[in-house]
């Protein structure tokens, strides 16, 4: 990868049971240095992979994982095959500790098979773990998760929800872009992707400027950071973000959230609808609708229906759970028919 050379800000001495609000609220992301150093699993994965191993089958209750395996040739790049019509990898579904087994038995392969298992809940899938190593955030509930796998690369992407990311055995290099740097990173479909996420086809260790010259322009912007067992990362929600796992073992576990209640939709289901409804319109028309979204949704304050009785407002009103059922099942209604 071209060198890079904003580093992401980093503070030390945050308290791991109590986050403040100001990195938790942050619109830039954040290297906590050292934050969940004190985790037993960490001081383990500072050891040795094996240790790592022996602390996580501590937690192992038989659990079945989804894997994503790649042989030796895609050189930990999980991506797509050449025309996009598939993937490079494949998925399996082994035991937990086949595949601590399969990684430790590759664990001095200079040109091992991929492995990778992304996304998997630490309480489904380690029972217990969270009691001796989880982080305070306060009434916030997160999903909790484990990441497990041996030298990858992750192509750029975006999360919904606001992301603490720690690393508890081996290292990582993340890489990140603001929001805006959508047009630079050369996205792929929205709708057919590795993991779920629609991801930058930019190789970040060979970029090809004649096909993706624009990316350059991202580079501009980047920020890097390569963290250590016990190091966290705050990933603001729709950060891009490329992860690369440096070491042979590597285990991370991330909490994801949203500030927004539960009963909200994810607003990838309204840019699909948009997509469905408004994209191919005439120009004319797509600018009028432009400005109706500006309107009720990018700039809505209480003056939007500010001339409308507050008892007559209905689906213009601050929504509630009860509203966004009601609302949920109009549309619902309306898409079925």
């Known amino acids: 990868m071209p060198p890079i050379s904003k580093r992401v800000r980093e503070v030390a001495g945050v308290d791991p049971g109590a986050l403040p609000d100001a990195v938790l609220h942050s619109v830039e992301p954040i290297v906590l240095r050292g934050l969940v150093a004190d985790w037993p699993i960490a001081r383990a994965g500072l050891e040795s992979a094996q240790a790592a191993v022996a602390y996580l089958r501590r937690f192992d209750r038989d659990a079945s994982v989804v894997a994503m395996v790649g042989p030796r040739e895609i050189g930990g790049r999980f991506f797509y095959n050449e025309d996009l019509s598939g993937f490079n990898f494949h998925h399996e579904r082994p035991k937990l500790n086949a595949v601590l087994d399969a990684m430790l038995r590759h664990l001095d392969d200079a040109e091992p098979p991929t492995i990778y298992v992304g996304s998997t809940t630490v309480d489904t899938c380690l029972p217990g773990l969270r009691a001796e190593n989880d982080v305070g955030l306060g009434e916030r509930e997160p ?14 992407h975006q999360d919904v929800p606001d992301n603490l990311a720690c690393v508890v055995a081996g290292h990582r290099r993340v890489t990140l872009f603001p929001p805006e740097q959508l047009a630079n990173l050369y ?30 322009d991202a580079l501009q912007h980047a920020q890097v950071a390569e963290l250590g067992p016990g190091d966290a990362v705050f990933i603001p929600s729709l950060w891009w973000h490329h992860i690369e796992a440096l070491d042979s073992f590597n285990v991370l ?11 909200m939709d994810s607003p990838m289901n309204a840019l699909m609808l948009a997509i469905m409804s408004v994209r191919d319109l005439p120009l004319e028309q797509r600018a009028a609708w432009q400005d109706v979204f500006r309107h009720y949704v990018f ?13 007559a407002r209905r689906v213009l009103s601050p929504l509630d759970a009860a509203a966004a059922r009601e609302l949920r099942a109009r549309l619902l209604k309306r898409l079925n028919r």
Do not use: C
Request: avoid cysteine; aromatic fraction near 14%.
């Open 143 to 156: 999903l909790v998760s484990v990441w497990l796998g041996n030298r990858t690369r992750i192509a750029a």
């Open 187 to 216: 996205i792929g479909p929205l709708d057919f992707t590795p993991a779920g996420q629609a991801i930058s086809l930019v190789d970040f260790a060979e970029p090809d400027f004649a096909r993706f010259p624009k990316f350059a």
């Open 253 to 263: 576990i991330n909490y994801w959230w949203r500030q927004s209640p539960d009963y």
């Open 299 to 311: 700039e809505a304050d209480d003056a939007t229906a500010g001339h409308i009785p507050e008892s």
